[in-house]
């Protein structure tokens, strides 16, 4: 009974947890309840229950499957199974036409042959990477829309009543996903993709801003708690693309909204994202040399740490404030600034290494700093070509 | 019209390419119609066809909702939807019940507020990451059934009857999927799970291989294809996560086959997956270094070039003897002396590092070579990682 106890009482923080993660969640379950029990009414008004009969259930199907967590899912799965079930309805009724007057025989043969056919071929048109990004949900339903009208066509004559019903209430309950989710406090996959690209950027930008203090002050370790979050963010950042790709299909649905119009350049998105991605990558390699926290000789880091310290200071202002330009899809131009300090860091770099500092000096301890310098410009580069293309 | 025919060829082209890349697909295209033309059968038997009547579509529609291309995410789904569909089925006749006791009024309220909490309730938990990865589609279908079973219960008295008919529906296609997919060339995502991780070290190392030649003769130019496809093969490998995880979630369902028991160490797959894409971080700086092209002086790499040939090519060759012996499932023995070559090789650069050759050297010129020797070494480090692994 404790051990019971306790597992109730983790399992109501943890539901506590993902509502508070993103309040979203819990408003989006209320969504899918009220669409559901809004087409759910259908059944119990006599007069349309008479017109589709048993179909009023597919109105119900529909809701449960199209209703998704952002508008552009919702509508994507709604015109998906719209259009498919449109085309696979006709191609059904004209199949079953066509098995109907080849006899007794021939019929269920040729009904079979189709079927065959048809799903072998649409199982691998959605092989197709372009396709399976945008139409999977639209050949699934036409495969099954294909099979039950051409297949139940065999037994009911009514044939088109079946298809035309069908139609109807598969459109019922798609309108009602898509209208319920667009005005109860919409989820826009565009604003989604919008806010997670550019935190991304602002989560690189303030690890670069920390990143100078901590490397050369590695003695001070009261900062360890933060970096532990630090490190959480960026690990994120690294694994984003999958959910950058799958957020920009869905916003490629979504009608005009706020800010966006209905053509907004989202696979600019995704290329911001791959190279901010790029960015992390070095970034992980910087935390590789902040975890080792060999210390790090004075007489060497002198030289250093102003350099380093101002390109990793000025890099990660310039993110923030292309994170900050995007969010508010203004012209970045506090960014330039930023950028030409940091590119200034850089030559100095440069030309501090082809000075005969040298020669006194272990290399051994040269090369850890040396090595995070050597990052450090590279994400310069990295930040430059970031800003080139929010600039577009 | 010349556009048009264009436009086929290059569509055929990519048909073909598709087909190649993975004959599987073809194979699981006509699984798919397999199963589904054998489900379809039902149809045409008349005594089948007199006791579920209407509700054989349902074991259509499983078919072509439950088919996935591996066997595991098969079974999963059918699973998931024999069982939800059970559970609901039950809930909803009590509900139905409950409903109906509670006077002419009561029923239509209490059925919508049934439906309403309901549904509000599993969408919530659909949220949780671990029910997600296993339970996501059981969910769906729990609300799907238990929405249409309190609803038409509504209309028809016979509601056990429709349970009852359902879940045999039910059963029968989900069935009829797993027998096909297991029995007719079956693809396990365990299998392909596996494969996926060797793959991935196996590229890691014939890059690190040719890393160090590549590198100390950066002028010899005519290597530059081959490099480009190494580039793609491993930026695979960085984005590799999402489908590690999601085979790795398809294995857990499946049963014992080939060499693989049925509570395989599925989750040390991952453990591997996640250090092998550390790894994969690591080249990535590497890479950048070898595309700047900085043409390194002669005195300088004379020093570097044996110690760095030698830590690349002998981790290279570690991390193929792991991605080899977790292929063939045997102990991994002829890793050990690579791994000591390549830390024997990883202290003598330290130990040059140490010595004072460096005097009236231009430090600009060491920094590259040197960061890339200590990339190198980190990773040597990385790959004693994942044979610790490995070993587990």
Redesign the interface.
Known sequence: PEKLKAEVVKIAR??KK??EDDPR??I???K???A??LV??L??FQPV?NSFG?SA?WA??TV??VFEFSVGATLGKGINRGLATLAAGGLGVGAHHLASISGKIGE?IL??LF???L???A??IR??PKVKARYDYGL?IF??TF??V???G??NDEILELAHQRLSTVLIGATACVIVSIFVCPVWAGQDLHNLVSLNLETLGSILEGFGDEYFRTSESEDGKDDKSFLQAYKNV??S??SEETLANFAKWEPRHGHFMYCHPWNQYLKIGTLTR?CA??I??LN?HLNSKIQVMPKISEHFQEICIKMSLESGKALKDLAFAIKTMAEPCSVDPHIKNSKTASKSL?SL??LDL??DL???E???V??VA??LS?IVVCTEKIAESVHE
């Open positions: 943890n539901t993902i509502g969640r819990v989006h379950s209320f899918v309840g009220l559901l029990t759910s009414l059944y119990y229950y048993i259930m119900v199907m449960v499957v269920p009904i079979g079927v065959f056919l799903a072998a071929a199982t691998f092989f197709f699934l495969i099954l099979s039950l051409c297949v139940s065999f037994r690294l694994n693309k999958t790029q990558y070095q992980e390699a590789g440069q290494l082809e040298w020669e272990n290399l051994l040269v090369i850890p040396a090595t050597s990052l590279d």
